[in-house]
């Protein structure tokens, strides 16, 4: 069955340091994957994607995200935490079905 | 912000009834897909719109049902609601199928009753 996995609900962090937010996914064929962020009161806002190509891929605000296909992982990073960063981030994936799957979401914590 | 608008923003139904819930997409889109989110979830995926026919559905009962209109505009309808429908109803528009991302709107909060 195709699905998303955020082991994480909750990730905390100090600001300066780096941060990981974790993703697996299960899907059929190659993946679509994407990571979106949500602040409180606000519509889930892109931040990166992979479609193909370099397993590294940078995104807005700094984060990027990389691709492993033997771990089927796809997690997200930053090398610096800022306060602003805390928000709830979700993992997503697209299937060749074009059907889309989210994670439940991890929420971010970062403490000055 | 992205250009995604949703209304309304909320609404109250009671069991059995039937809803209408509306997206006008980005400028520029010509795909739209609808969302469920409960509380402390992750979206779910009910189906998506391209140009007009739909191309992709999720595990969502056929009382789930959409439109979209020649501007791209969206519709989604659920009839004889239940209290598990209660979530946040999320429209994103994407600049084609495939491997675009999605620009979602604010939602709309539906309470059942």
């Known amino acids: ?112 | 912000e992205t250009g995604v608008t949703q209304s309304p923003t909320h609404l109250i139904k009671t069991r059995g009834q039937q809803v209408t819930l509306r997206c006008s997409s980005q400028s520029g889109h010509n795909t739209v897909s609808w969302y469920q989110q409960a509380l402390g979830q992750g979206p779910q995926f009910i189906f998506q719109y391209y140009r007009e026919e739909e191309n992709g559905r999720g595990n969502f009962p056929p009382r789930f049902s959409g439109l979209q209109f020649p501007n791209y505009s969206s519709e989604l309808n659920v009839n004889a609601l239940e209290l598990d429908d209660s979530a946040l109803y999320l429209c994103a528009s994407s600049l084609d199928r495939g491997s675009y991302e999605q620009y979602f709107g604010p939602g709309t909060r539906l309470t059942v009753t």
């Open chain 1, 1 to 112: 069955a195709q699905s998303v996995a955020q082991p994480e609900d909750q990730v905390n962090v100090a600001e300066g340091n780096p941060l990981t937010v974790k993703c697996t996914y299960s899907v059929s064929g190659n993946p679509y994957l994407f990571w979106y962020v949500q602040y409180p009161n606000r519509g889930l806002q892109f931040l990166l994607k992979y479609i193909t190509g370099d397993n590294l891929v940078k995104g807005s605000y700094g984060f990027e995200a990389e691709f492993n296909k033997s771990q089927t992982s796809f997690h997200l990073k930053k090398p610096s935490a800022l306060v602003s960063d805390s928000a709830l981030y979700f993992c997503a994936v697209r299937d060749i079905g074009n059907k889309f799957y989210f994670g439940s979401g991890t929420k971010l914590n970062v403490k000055p």
